[in-house]
């Protein structure tokens, strides 16, 4: 075989999963149709629990500076992410090509074969592998792999030649989006309602403005290039009154409301993450966040199985684990969407949810949803409230003095902490002690309400979620062998 693993598309979500291939062992080559990088804007910004996933892999001083801030919305309604006590605020300012340009060269730094201008054309799976024909510089050829990927967008080959179903909703709207320099604009980061539609202003540097403009009426167009600026700086006129075609536009491009979510996100030996297996509305720039979590959640369980510590089994639960995030996704873009497109005939609707926001719980709930933290896994039965749930940062004194629970899964490992000094415990983990590492430590402290308050022990899957405590209704060997395979 030429890999491990094939991925199809170098976006944020393929270029998450190589790395996270890559960390952990996987040959994997990833398959880019366009020669270089656009070095478009496209989704700006990371939500809470990405800037986690990143930071636990040692990623974020890849960004350079990053601007942060706890202040969000639901559909145009204000939100105070604060509430979540997370480590991290969300980054409101990092576009998608600095993202790209970081990943891509974690990826490469530890091995991934990226190659750019290498169109998938077709693929056929057989009984051990899957045999993918590709047009590249040098002409056609076949690449086979253990598996494929698609991460390849919302126009997917890969989904559409593997015959994945893609039920959901047509669009109904177009939306126009642009950074611009050159315009002296009031910012607007959560939307402003007006007669006859919605536009957003976001200002991130270097005097760009990042505008969405959203039209009431205005009819999704089947575009085989972007629209240009002045079809925007027309319908900001019509919303707006004012004039904005002396800007200089850096990038133009349109989207729709349209929703739909592949049924399967694993059909045999291919996968589907990213937005190849769900496109919506881009409210609170959710799509590229979910999509690299996608990937955060299938890199680890693909590279076990392809180094043959795991059984195929473990790759049913990619499915079983990331679809009702991205149905979830799906239903509260589609709320916002609401609230945020349409007119006054909703404003009652927008002042009720305003006045519910205004209690923590369910400003809480709203927040955690839009921002991934929310998420739980299906891990088995158990009282504790972090099961299935992401690892919050907690800092730790051990035997080699201060670290994190943070750090201790940038390699890629499972991680279990033993806050009781339990010998006995440690004895069942050894026979995992190639994936799985152990560490006796103590929090360096724990407020009164911290769920790890009286806890004595924690498995950590390698992509930060929690697997086991001892409240678990099954043993520790047991949630060791569900999650990295037979002992050794």
């Known amino acids: 075989m030429d890999a491990s693993v094939i991925v199809v598309g170098a976006g944020p979500a393929g270029l998450m999963l190589a790395g996270e291939l890559r960390l952990a062992g996987a040959e994997v080559i990833v398959l880019e149709r ?83 201008g290498s169109e998938l054309l077709s693929f056929s799976e057989g009984q051990d592998s899957v045999e993918a024909r ?84 205005a009819p999704p167009r089947r575009r085989t290039e972007p629209p240009s600026f002045g079809e925007v700086a027309a319908a900001w006129r019509r ?41 919506h509305l881009p409210a609170g720039g959710q799509g590229m966040n979910t999509s690299i979590q996608d990937s955060v959640n299938l890199g680890w369980k693909l590279a076990s199985v392809v180094r043959g510590t795991a059984p195929t089994t473990l790759l049913d639960t990619y499915h079983s684990e990331r679809h009702p995030v991205g149905r979830r996704l799906i239903m509260n873009t589609l709320a916002q969407g609401l609230l945020i497109l349409n007119g006054d005939e909703v404003q009652p609707l927008r002042d009720v949810l305003s006045e519910l926001i205004g209690f923590d719980e369910v400003s809480r709930h709203l927040a955690g949803m839009v921002s991934g933290v929310e998420i739980r896994y299906d891990v088995g039965p158990g009282t504790h409230p972090l099961l299935g749930r992401r690892m919050p940062h907690l800092e730790l004194v051990g035997p080699m003095g201060k670290t994190s629970s943070t ?3 940038r390699a ?31 929090p360096h402290s724990l407020s009164a309400t911290s769920p790890l308050r009286d806890t004595a022990a924690v498995l950590v899957r390698p992509d930060g979620h929690v697997a086991w405590t001892p409240e678990s209704d099954e043993s520790l060997p047991t949630a060791l062998g569900r999650w990295f395979g037979p002992s050794r």
């Open 412 to 442: 890629s490992h499972g991680v279990l902490l033993d806050f009781a000094d339990d010998a006995a415990l440690r004895g069942a983990a050894s026979a995992w002690s190639d994936q799985v590492n152990t560490l006796t430590a103590t």
């Open 34 to 116: 366009l020669p270089e990088r656009t070095g478009e804007s496209r989704g700006l910004g990371l939500t809470t629990r990405t800037m986690e996933v990143f930071d636990q892999r040692g990623l974020l001083s890849r960004l350079g500076d990053i601007e942060t801030s706890n202040q969000g919305h639901f559909g145009g309604l204000a939100l105070d992410f604060g509430v979540l006590g997370s480590a991290h605020a969300a980054a409101r300012t990092v576009p998608q090509s600095r993202t790209e340009e970081a990943l891509e060269e974690w990826a490469r730094e530890l091995g991934a074969d990226i190659r750019r």
């Open 239 to 279: 919303l707006m009154g004012t004039d904005i075609s002396h800007g200089r536009p850096v990038w133009v491009s349109s989207f729709s409301d349209a929703a739909r979510q592949v049924t399967e996100y694993r059909r045999g030996r291919v996968f589907l993450a990213g937005d190849a297996a769900h496109v």
């Open 134 to 217: 590709v047009r590249g510089p040098r002409g056609e050829t076949v690449l086979s792999a253990a598996y494929l990927v698609g991460c390849d967008g919302g126009r997917s080959v890969v989904r559409k030649t593997g015959g994945f179903d893609f039920p959901g909703t047509a669009a109904t709207r177009e939306l126009f989006l642009a950074d611009v320099q050159g315009l002296d604009l009031e910012p607007h980061m959560i939307g402003q309602n007006v007669p006859g539609g919605m536009v957003i202003v976001g200002p991130f540097g270097d005097g760009i403005h990042r505008i969405i403009v959203g039209e009431r009426g």
């Open 407 to 409: 750090e201790l899964l």
